[in-house]
């Protein structure tokens, strides 16, 4: 009902961050107009014969206040694709979500009141389109109808419980506005779905690296451990085919070249919910047992997260970091405002816009253990956009 | 008491495959003398200052015939490091091998009586030597005593099952005939631990899959899916920390990258023994879904193995894709004979003598979970070998 018109109204590249729909708001285009207005102007090029190009980041939701923890945890424990419950999650959600509010409005009140998700994807966002109007300007769109848009997934490693969770609610809200069928739309939609060892991403992390081991002595930097620190997945997903580990690992090991592996290392996976059984080694347990083991000295890098929110500056400042109780142990800096991460983002969309491509071969796949026909649905209608890009 | 002499009169690089002690032999020197006759001999340099150099190639055992089956498994289910189970091992090793024996025994008849891996190890080694012999002049031994031995484990990805499995059985073996502490025994030790993405290794990978590729008609080419398959580690092995599975997915991704992402892909895994948990996606499971929903193009790629063995030949090829019953899966080709690898083993081995480094920093930190002090010790002692590295 409502996706035509803003997007047709939006200036010509808008930003708009956060559209994990269930965590945030039922429907993306609400929150497109509501952020159409942040998205700084854009020069126009007269010439260009590719329509509007609406960037669309999609990230993890997040409470602006502490009085949207209860609704935000509704949505998020309602998430079948995130936090999968089984067929008792109509009536589990809501009992973990009511459970668990007041403990996670006290966390959200320790980090200044809400997430900070909203502020960075927005800085970013911003950012990115100024310097992407610059290298890219053959998608200045100039025609007030029609045109593309891009979800870009600011995951830069795919998980079917975060992109892929993202991409079934656009989906389903496309073809609620725009009718189903492998006719085109308004708007043809092309995803980044992942860009997990992009050089720009590498160099960004390897820099707050490096500056927190500046942070040490030198004669004890070497011998400093590096954590990287990636969201856990449980098991049953993992055992179902999610490419979210694999991806994760590659961007430690391209993050590692990059420091010349200068520092022994470790993955682990953090944040994990209830008792089922989840992807290890644990962070929380891995900084405890190497303290004591006697190694004290340890950064911790959160690897698949892009800017601050409750399990960097909560989970890993105050509780992980807290509870080690030793001053060697340390994180490194979230990539937030970053101008090389920055950058990084505008080549990732400059070099998808160039590729003509409307996801990549992998995400048409589906995992081998799916039996989500909504994932079939979605990843048939992603693919199938190819067809109309030429005529964007 | 036997280990001095063998190595002292060992031809000037020697190549000793497969000491994965516990599983082959129970002294790896045994197997270095009987097998440092099919090393050729290669060119000595008298001006190198460098003392003899014996290249110990370290890979998984294998029964060379049938009635070998039974000692082999018996030497497999007693080693904790490669099959956890617990303190009741010295009890529940022999029953499993007992049991298992008959079933084995029949796979081996099958893929021709026994392992390829000595043989594919033997033709690997020695060629490679032959290469490394003109790009390396200068670690041409010369001196009949004292000199250096480099262990070069023939598992691309770090795993404390395999790799640190024989690196304890080395240290034991090492302490017993030298002496502990941390005096230069007559031997200087250093390891190749470690090179998941050495790009002759990528490339050798590559050219394999590539080739299984054209046997699809050109129209379908694009859509078969390449599944790379490595061995599964239980569960408690990946929670407490082993590095494998994360230095699997950065192999693959290299792969990947080097075939420009032609094709979507899975990376799932092999050969999972017992009643607990295990990492997956399962391979066999992988291929019997993707066959049910219509994806009958699959090239399942062994990843974590250098040449063709039980898993590749009789699981792989008579299991997984004689029960799949579709003429389009297939096997990509181990690499075996490959030269392109065997230019990668040497590489590799060029530039680890040129390093000066006794092992990887990686290589130091132990595990967060470990509880071996056989661990701690190994590693401390081959970290601590980089001081008697410059008067090898």
């Known amino acids: 009902m409502a996706l035509r018109t803003p997007i047709h109204t939006l200036p010509r590249r808008v930003i708009i961050p956060k559209i994990t729909q269930r965590h945030s708001s039922p429907c993306p285009i609400h929150h497109a107009r509501l952020l159409a207005t942040v998205a700084p102007p854009v020069t126009q090029s007269s010439t260009s014969s590719q329509g509007p190009t609406a960037m669309v980041f999609m990230n993890m939701g997040g409470p602006s206040t502490t009085d949207e923890v209860g ?3 509704s949505r998020l424990f309602a998430d079948g694709d995130l936090i999968p419950l089984g067929r008792l999650q109509p009536y589990l959600g809501p009992l973990i ?7 996670i409005q006290k ?11 909203r502020k960075w994807s927005e800085h970013q966002s911003s950012e990115m389109c100024k310097i992407l109007d610059v290298v890219n300007p053959e998608t200045a769109p100039h025609r007030p109808e029609g045109g593309g848009a891009v979800a870009f997934t600011q995951y830069p490693q795919y998980s079917c419980s975060t992109t892929g969770s993202s991409l079934n609610e656009l989906w389903k809200w496309r073809n609620r506005l725009e009718g189903k069928g492998d006719t085109p739309g308004a708007i043809t939609w092309s995803v980044i779905d992942r860009w997990p060892v992009h050089p720009g991403l590498v160099e960004a992390f390897a820099r707050n690296v490096e500056e927190q081991l500046l942070t040490y002595p030198e004669e004890k930097r070497k011998e400093v451990v590096l954590l990287f620190s990636a969201h856990s997945l449980p098991m049953s997903v993992v055992n179902r085919g999610d490419t979210y580990p694999a991806e994760v690992a590659a961007t430690v090991w391209a993050v590692m070249q990059r420091l010349g592996f200068s520092n022994s290392y470790r993955l682990c996976w953090q944040s994990q919910v209830g008792p089922s059984a989840w992807l290890g080694a ?11 083991k006697g190694q004290t000295d340890l950064i911790l890098i959160p690897i ?3 800017s601050d929110h409750i399990e960097t500056l909560f989970e890993l400042d105050q509780e992980v970091i807290h509870e080690a109780g030793s001053p060697g ?28 491509e409307s996801c990549s071969r992998q995400m048409g796949l589906r995992c081998q253990g799916c ?7 979605q990843k048939k209608f992603f693919v199938g956009q190819e067809n109309f890009l030429s005529v964007r």
Do not use: M, W
């Open 71 to 73: 609704p935000f945890l």
């Open 97 to 103: 979500s009511k459970r668990r509010t007041p403990k």
């Open 107 to 117: 966390q959200y009140a320790a980090i200044g009141g809400g997430s900070p998700i």
């Open 282 to 292: 644990q962070t929380s347990d891995t900084v405890q047992e190497y303290v004591k």
């Open 304 to 306: 698949a997260f892009t």
């Open 329 to 356: 142990v340390k994180r490194a800096e979230s990539l937030n405002g970053s101008k090389v991460f920055i950058e990084a983002l505008a080549d990732v969309a400059h070099k998808h816009l160039q590729s003509g």
């Open 371 to 377: 039996t989500s026909e909504r994932c079939l649905e």
